[in-house]
T-cell receptor, first 115, second 113 residues
Framework: GAGVSQSPRYKVTKRGQDVALRCDPI?????LYWYRQALGQGPEFLTY????????KSGLPNDRFSAERPEGSISTLTIQRTEQRDSAMYRC?????????????FGPGTRLTVT | GENVEQHPSTLSVQEGDSAVIKCTYS??????FPWYKQELGKRPQLIID?????GEKKDQRIAVTLNKTAKHFSLHITETQPEDSAVYFC????????????FGKGTKLSVKP
């Protein structure tokens, strides 16, 4: 079946603009995670959801970052008033169960560049 | 919170040799440890995982071992092939949130033909 998909794949924006990144998890997957991956580094946790409920947002860098998953499927990560330091690969992952020990499958990522 | 250390950062082996990557974690409550392979420009792909109730798991040429007492786990790749060349990441489940993974910094494996 279809894997995790993300859109757009590439986003170039000017400093100060807002951006919205979309994640479409594997169908039926309960949990959805957002990570940020700098070049040459491992993914860094941002936030995650079980169904529509945001379980942990401790990884969000500051209050310019927010995420939602209103119907328990597609999720949107929004960055307001973007800054150059926000430039990174933003990756979404999903897992079938919410027990915390389910395999997480990653999407292709959105490469964000803030100029 | 959880912290994951991974070594070495780079590893070069001859085709056919074995490769071992080691990780340590800090939170004894962590209970799930996956390994991901990431080829250049691609997404991380789950290759094997282990849960805290077992000490070793094997899948063809790859195996993972877990030592809960010492809080370390290792990835073993035997009979390496050039297509094994990639960056490998270990991770530990955040036991407190029971959700997100904490990743190591990665090991760049190069398999020379």
């Amino acid at each position: 079946g279809a894997g995790v998909s993300q859109s757009p794949r590439y986003k170039v924006t000017k400093r100060g603009q807002d951006v919205a990144l979309r994640c479409d998890p594997i169908s039926g997957h309960v949990s959805l995670y957002w990570y940020r991956q700098a070049l040459g580094q491992g993914p860094e946790f941002l936030t995650y959801f079980n169904y529509e409920a945001q379980q942990d947002k401790s990884g969000l860098p500051n209050d310019r970052f927010s995420a939602e998953r209103p119907e328990g499927s597609i999720s949107t990560l929004t960055i307001q008033r973007t800054e150059q330091r926000d430039s990174a690969m933003y990756r979404c992952a999903s897992s079938l169960n919410q027990q915390g020990t389910g395999e997480q499958y990653f999407g292709p990522g959105t490469r964000l560049t803030v100029t | 919170g959880e912290n994951v250390e991974q070594h070495p950062s780079t590893l070069s082996v001859q085709e056919g040799d074995s490769a071992v990557i080691k990780c340590t974690y800090s939170d004894s409550a962590s209970n799930y440890f996956p390994w991901y392979k990431q080829e250049l420009g691609k997404r991380p792909q789950l290759i094997i995982d282990i849960r805290s109730n077992v000490g070793e798991k094997k899948d063809q040429r790859i195996a993972v071992t877990l030592n809960k007492t010492a809080k370390h786990f290792s990835l073993h790749i035997t009979e390496t092939q050039p297509e094994d060349s990639a960056v490998y990441f270990c991770a530990a489940m955040n036991a407190r949130s029971q959700g997100n993974l904490i990743f190591g910094k990665g090991t760049k494996l190069s398999v020379k033909p």
